[in-house]
């Protein structure tokens, strides 16, 4: 390994655990002109519905999360049969501020941060989303100090799979894609695309569930904790 590409989000950070607890806490601390668990239930349906069915809309959303957050409770108000774009706006705030106290890094990321700083090697962040909330991320937890070059989709104006995204991460390293590696959590995003251009790609199973059946990725590795890479 002569430098190293990382992912922020479930790789660096505990980015998706307590979510749906933050949306029932915040729907449970609104006055609502509905059931709580029932607008909890829709919006279940809704954020699935939100990212997951047109991929050209997570993209375009992914950089606002506050307003697709609002967006998202909107449409489930809506499907309430209460639509109420103040109470969503609300809703979304609140969610927004319990989502920025949960999230917490993963045990052992200082410690192997601290491991690889300390042996010199180039590093890189790279990671999708939000200019505003991956730099509040970046700040809050303290992670600027360990990398060369951070490359938030946000500010960079495109994100991952884009092939350019890469290969400017690579060029602020100065190295090339020999013995560079990229870790993360998104098998197309952290290993697939990458892996297009040369580098090793590791997905980071942290759940130990395995590669999915339907997946065509085939990562040079897989591991549990990031740990394992400093052997």
């Known amino acids: 390994m002569k430098a ?7 790789t660096l950070l ?4 307590g979510v749906d607890d933050s949306w029932a806490q915040a729907c449970g601390g609104a006055a609502l002109p509905v059931e709580a668990a029932t607008l909890v239930a829709v919006l279940a349906e809704t954020r699935k519905w939100f990212w997951t069915g047109d991929p050209a809309r997570h993209a375009r959303e992914r ?3 506050l307003g697709a957050w609002t967006k998202i409770v909107a449409e489930a108000l809506t499907r309430c049969g209460c639509a109420d774009d103040a109470l969503a706006a609300a809703i979304a705030r609140d969610f927004a ?4 106290e949960a999230m917490r890094l993963f045990p ?3 410690a192997f941060l601290d491991a690889l700083r300390a042996r010199g090697l180039p590093l890189a962040l790279v990671t999708n989303g939000d200019a505003v909330q991956q730099r509040d991320k970046i700040e809050r937890h303290d992670l600027a100090r360990y990398f060369d070059a951070i490359l938030i ?12 995204v890469y290969r400017e991460a690579l060029r602020r390293l100065g190295v090339g894609s020999e ?3 990229m870790v993360g959590d998104h098998l197309e995003w952290d290993v697939l ?5 040369g580098l090793t790609g590791v997905w980071i199973d942290r759940d130990g569930a395995g590669l999915p059946a339907e997946t065509g990725a085939r990562p040079h590795r897989i591991i549990r904790s990031l740990s394992e890479l400093l052997g």
């Open 4 to 10: 190293l590409l990382i992912d922020l989000d479930d």
């Open 97 to 100: 501020a319990r989502r920025r």
């Open 153 to 164: 989709e946000g500010e960079f104006g495109c994100g991952k799979p884009e092939a350019r």
């Open 179 to 181: 013995g560079a590696w």
């Open 14 to 17: 505990a980015y998706s655990a």
């Open 193 to 197: 695309a990458p892996q297009r251009l």
């Open 108 to 110: 052992e990321t200082r």
């Open 63 to 65: 950089v606002n999360m």
